[in-house]
């Protein structure tokens, strides 16, 4: 969920309502498709997957793996409704694939999936969070589990259309698996009430066991996945990918129990507590560790970022210098960044990391951190048009102390472009590609997408010299959204404020006191 909605924003880094009570109830059967074998739980940081690029053959230089990243669907099964269930009750008018203020109807899940079935060779699914639709109660949290297998089946499909193609992912010694093409983190509305992540190491948690079975079922997580993912929802996956070439190490992360947002019945204790609840911090640090000593290179996934809020902070500029706009607890916060750094100071290869939440694509390049890169989604409900992001990671030979690493050769927004329009008279949706080194890096002066090169975009916005039409492109997705008198920049005069506040968060948004210092300046 993105905290900005007008009439759904549940708590915030501003203003909090408190929830009327916590959920703490039984497992919900119905559609579940097995049950949870204790034989098949094993903890281990790692776990290894072979990838075998050009058809398994012979393997040389300058490989590239293709991923998709992909969030924030939010399936609305009730969106046809007219009984006051749906997330767009309040419209008359229901575009038969959606519509900014509303959820996505099951004809936008389905032409998602179709596009990414009409895509050439095979990809790596990443999905970063939220499966369900905004506004469930206790009472309707059934529609958050027939949202989850819903989705899930649909996205089943897709990696198993892919494993089929010419290029095949496989673990051993269990070959054609779902699992060995998807990957998944968990975000705050796949938890009722929104936000309430209530996690136990010990105990699993109610919605993350439900998923589990799910996933289980479609052969989407792996057995040694399993006890971590339904107690606390996260796990870690790397990918061998050939001889002489660095592994890739996929991290997801159960961000939303460091939220700000993530409370307890009273609507101020946390629902978490102590320095590292589920231990999840200390297993990213050894997962990191670990990664290093086999030379592969990791991606970090998560929903709720560790940035500051880039819409809080475009919708109350009078803050601006007084308010740091952070999602996470800054116990959190801080513990996060410091085991990135010492990472990358002990060597680890940290590709980027990819967070969502927020609905729009933003950027961050700090020095000493990794790359942030913050997904669209596949939800209109804020003014978006639907997308998603097609990446190529490209090895790099080793230079010097570097040793040989996957970095990221190219970004494209995938994205619908008639979305108003589709399904009426006859009108199919029309899905589009635009490269990312087209409209913004290299609109900039620059080819490769790193952290450094971020910086450089932002610090040159900074002095007003950056092209601000390619920034709000990338944070819309909408090419009829590209001029200053459009949100988030609709709500700053001059306009040169807003071009300031995508300087600032391009060099500083990870680190939120650096982002309120500069905003300040």
């Not at 596009?115 to 790596?124: A, E, I, T, V």
């Not at 006890?227 to 002489?244: D, I, K, N």
């Not at 085991?339 to 933003?362: C, E, R």
């Not at 996957?406 to 589709?422: E, K, P, S, Y």
């Amino acid at each position: 969920m993105h905290d900005a909605h007008r009439t759904r924003l549940k708590s915030s880094v501003l203003t909090r309502t408190p929830s009327d009570r916590f959920l703490v109830g039984h497992l919900i059967p119905g559609f579940l498709f097995s049950s949870l074998l204790s034989h098949m739980f094993k903890r281990q940081s790692l776990v290894h997957v072979a990838l075998c690029i050009a058809a398994c053959g012979a393997i040389t230089a300058a490989q590239t793996i293709r991923l998709t990243w992909i969030s924030d669907t939010h399936l609305d099964p009730r969106y046809n409704a007219t009984d006051g269930t749906s997330t767009c009750a309040e419209h008359d008018v229901r575009p038969p694939f959606g519509r900014p203020d509303c959820d996505s109807p099951p004809a936008l899940l389905n032409s998602v999936v179709d596009d990414l079935l009409s895509q050439p060779g095979h990809r790596f699914m990443v999905f970063a969070g939220d499966w369900s639709r905004h506004d469930v109660t206790t009472s309707s949290q059934q529609l958050t589990f027939e949202a989850f297998r819903d989705t899930a089946v649909a996205f089943q499909r897709v990696v198993e259309t892919h494993g089929q193609r010419g290029t095949i992912i496989h673990a051993l010694p269990h070959p054609r698996a779902s699992y060995d093409r998807f990957t998944t983190a968990v975000g705050n509305d796949d938890f009722v009430l929104d936000y309430n992540s209530s996690v136990n190491a010990s105990v699993p948690n109610v919605f993350l066991a439900n998923y589990t079975r799910v996933l289980s079922a479609l052969n989407m997580l792996m057995p040694s996945e399993l006890e971590t993912f339904s107690t606390c929802g996260f796990y870690s996956r790397t990918l061998e990918t050939g001889p002489g070439l660095p592994g890739l190490s996929l991290v997801m992360l159960n961000t939303v129990m460091y939220s700000l947002g993530c409370v307890k019945a009273d609507g101020l204790t946390p629902c978490v507590s102590g320095p590292d609840p589920c231990g999840q911090l200390a297993f990213l640090a050894a997962t990191l560790s670990d990664a290093r000593s086999v030379n592969a290179s990791v991606l970090i996934v998560g929903h709720i970022p560790p940035s500051s809020s880039f819409y809080s902070a475009a919708t109350h500029p009078h803050r601006w210098g007084t308010t740091t706009f952070g999602y996470w607890r800054d116990i959190y916060q801080g513990a996060f960044v410091s085991i990135l750094q010492k990472a990358l100071l002990n060597g680890t290869q940290i590709v980027a990391q990819v967070f969502s939440h927020q609905h729009h694509g933003l950027f961050t390049g700090v020095a000493g951190l990794p790359l942030f890169v913050g997904l669209g989604s596949i939800s209109p409900i804020f003014d978006n048009l639907p997308s998603y992001q097609e990446i190529q990671l490209q090895t790099r030979a080793a230079e010097g102390d570097l040793p040989a690493r996957w970095l990221i050769g190219d970004v494209a927004l995938r994205r619908l472009t008639n979305l108003a329009a589709a399904g009426i008279n006859g009108t199919q949706p029309d899905w589009e590609t635009a490269s990312f080194r087209g409209t913004f890096p290299e609109a900039n002066g620059f080819n490769d997408l790193t952290s450094d090169v971020v910086a450089l975009i932002g610090n040159r916005l900074l002095s007003r010299r950056g092209n601000m039409s390619n920034a709000l492109f990338w944070y819309n997705a909408d090419p009829a959204n590209l001029n200053v008198t459009t949100v988030p920049c609709s709500l700053m005069n001059p306009t040169n404020a807003c071009q300031r506040l995508f300087g600032c968060f391009f060099t500083t948004g990870i680190v939120p006191s650096n982002f309120t210092q500069c905003l300040q300046q």
